[in-house]
């Protein structure tokens, strides 16, 4: 029983042996096994732009399967380790919808839909709740509602008393719907405003104003109502041609020079742009060494995924550690947040700063 033992005890060595010389033949032959596309991919010639007809409405197309744009300077030179990734078809999709958003005393839903179909829903909504619509201006994004005095359901939605009285505010809501920083997403506010009489026009949206507390608890309640009213008339959206006057110009920009990318420009007040700049490095999983708000810098690891892995031999030693190789800068020029990224001066390696702005703009928007 000793021999037999011994002799199953060999095979089992053997096969193993076996396994693991198949495996390794297979890791080093695994190019002819599997096609690398990736000079396929570099040397395809540049196809020519669709062209519609001039008779066609271009705000019915659009890129169903978008292809991701090459900016490096000369793509002749481009080796697989910088082919840019397929897009991904996800990444439109917000992971939770009519979210409530606050940052620096400003309160705003989010919605993952364009101005033009999210219109029309808030003026539903308006009128659902007994607000009605007194005014608006599509090219403003502005709604105004008529008087909250005299609507019970109105009256009950801001938690007001319920009968008037001859000494109370007088009130309206105003909502206000504009294009969102990420791609194809609306951001609606909503405000109470005390008023002397009935407004015979729009009044003033202040950009600048600072909502006390109150006022803002009152914002979230309403957008949480609202966003529980849009969430359930979702199957019966319709589309406003008015709104497609609104200002829809993108409030992120990527710039670049000699075809490639030199900033990332935020049509933002400070603290939100901040704020999405660093949401979008946390998405994009670069790590963050250290920060300084107040002076406008991120550290950052910004090495190639193969110099921060240990290869093969991962699983015998430790994961190493980050290390400082480039600096983002967010300032404000204009009016105008303006982020930038360069090499720092200890690291040797590739200057990878267009490849950094690339990415980020590709998570802001």
Not at 80 to 100: A, C, G, Q, R
Request: with cysteine.
């Amino acid at each position: 029983m000793a021999f037999l033992f011994r002799t199953e005890k060999n095979r089992m060595i053997v096969t193993v042996v076996k396994v693991a010389g198949l495996a390794a033949v297979l890791s080093a032959t695994g190019c002819s096994l599997v096609e690398d596309r990736s000079e396929r991919y570099v040397n395809a010639p540049e196809g020519e732009s669709l062209t519609l007809p001039e008779t066609a409405d271009e705000s019915r197309f659009s890129q169903v399967m978008p292809v991701r744009e090459v900016t490096t300077a000369d793509s002749g030179r481009m080796h697989s380790s910088s082919i840019p990734k397929p897009p991904d078809m996800t990444s439109e999709i917000l992971d939770e919808n009519y979210v409530v958003e606050e940052l620096d005393s400003q309160m705003w839903l989010l919605v993952n839909d364009v101005p033009g179909r999210v219109w029309p829903a808030v003026s539903s909504y308006l009128n659902d709740r007994g607000l009605g619509v007194a005014h608006d201006s599509p090219q403003l994004g502005l709604q105004q509602s008529e008087l909250v005095n005299f609507s019970k359901r109105a009256r009950t939605l801001l938690e007001l008393q319920s009968d008037p009285n001859s000494g109370e505010d007088l009130l309206v809501v105003q909502a206000r719907i504009a294009p969102g920083v990420r791609r194809k997403t609306t951001e609606v506010q909503l405000r109470v405003h005390e008023v002397d009489s009935n407004p015979d026009e729009l009044l003033v949206w202040q950009t600048g104003a600072e909502p006390s507390r109150s006022e803002l608890d009152t914002s979230k309640r309403l957008l949480t109502d609202m966003g529980d009213f849009l969430r359930g008339r979702e199957e019966n959206k319709s589309y406003s041609r008015a709104a497609l006057g609104m200002v829809s110009e993108p409030l992120v920009r990527l710039i670049s020079a000699n075809e490639k990318p030199v900033a990332v420009e935020l049509d933002l007040d400070y603290g939100r742009g901040w704020s999405e700049v660093s949401r979008a490095l946390d998405e994009a999983e670069i790590p963050v060494l250290d920060l300084n708000r107040s002076e406008g810098w991120f550290n950052l690891d910004f090495r190639e995924a193969s110099e921060r892995e240990s290869g093969w031999f991962s699983w015998f030693s430790e994961d190493e550690e980050p290390q400082h190789t480039f600096d983002l800068r967010v300032e404000e020029q204009d009016g105008v947040l303006t982020v930038t990224a360069h090499r720092t001066a200890d690291y040797d390696g590739d200057d990878r700063s267009p490849e950094l702005l690339a990415e980020l703009f590709e998570y802001l928007y």
